[in-house]
T-cell receptor, first 112, second 115 residues
Framework: GQNIDQPTEMTATEGAIVQINCTYQ??????LFWYQQHAGEAPTFLSY????GLEEKGRFSSFLSRSKGYSYLLLKELQMKDSASYLC?????????????FGAGTRLAVHP | GAVVSQHPSWVICKSGTSVKIECRSL??????MFWYRQFPKQSLMLMAT?????????EQGVEKDKFLINHASLTLSTLTVTSAHPEDSSFYIC???????????FGQGTRLTVV
């Protein structure tokens, strides 16, 4: 089966650091994606982890522990424009294809 | 990154009519395209996976006769919502990837409103 859990909402202050956690139970797991989605828009790619450890890309970092079924997205030096939904998605090989299964998303509100 | 173009970006149609949504990969060949539906404040729900030249694979609970998917070429997939009803009103998003890409590229999405 496939199940992905992440917090529904989070708030943070401009300039601060925020960590968004994601746990997953995925059959045929291949990797873990993080996407950013602003209201009414399509998701945009942030990161992809396939091996355990931390991947850093500018203000955004993502961590994966395959043994624990756990990932987090770390956002540093928060800006107002970072207010968006952050989607955790696991890639699973199922039915002959690699598919992305999305979590419900975490709505992040950044305030001054 | 690669570009996926989805058209139209929004459409309003009458109940009982059909609507076609196109998804094109502009600068790469997409052997596989995915169609998602997203209701307000909810996550993307995978509807079906389409491969060029073969029948689409639908997720459980998605009516294949209502949501017709055609993947006629390596750069074009279409989703037709047949006999649309107000409950079909949603945000429909396609994504595409090649075997070489780890990243899935998303179209801009289509907001469908059935009145």
């Amino acid at each position: 089966g496939q199940n992905i859990d992440q917090p529904t909402e989070m708030t943070a202050t401009e300039g601060a650091i925020v960590q968004i956690n994601c746990t997953y139970q995925t059959s045929g797991f291949n990797g873990l994606f993080w996407y950013q989605q602003h209201a009414g828009e399509a998701p945009t790619f942030l990161s992809y982890n396939v091996l355990d450890g931390l991947e850093e890309k500018g203000r955004f970092s993502s961590f994966l522990s395959r043994s624990k079924g756990y990932s987090y997205l770390l956002l540093k030096e928060l800006q107002m424009k970072d207010s968006a939904s952050y989607l955790c998605a696991s890639e699973a090989f199922s039915g002959g294809y690699n598919k992305l299964i999305f979590g419900a998303g975490t709505r992040l509100a950044v305030h001054p | 990154g690669a570009v996926v173009s989805q058209h139209p970006s929004w459409v309003i149609c009458k109940s009982g009519t059909s609507v076609k949504i196109e998804c094109r990969s502009l600068d790469f060949q997409a052997t596989t395209m995915f169609w998602y539906r997203q209701f307000p404040k909810q996550s993307l729900m995978l509807m079906a996976t389409s491969n060029e030249g073969s029948k689409a694979t639908y997720e459980q609970g998605v009516e294949k006769d209502k949501f017709l998917i055609n993947h006629a070429s390596l750069t074009l997939s279409t989703l037709t919502v047949t006999s649309a009803h107000p409950e079909d009103s949603s945000f429909y998003i396609c994504s595409a990837r090649t075997a070489a890409n780890t990243e899935a590229f998303f179209g801009q999405g289509t907001r469908l409103t059935v009145v």
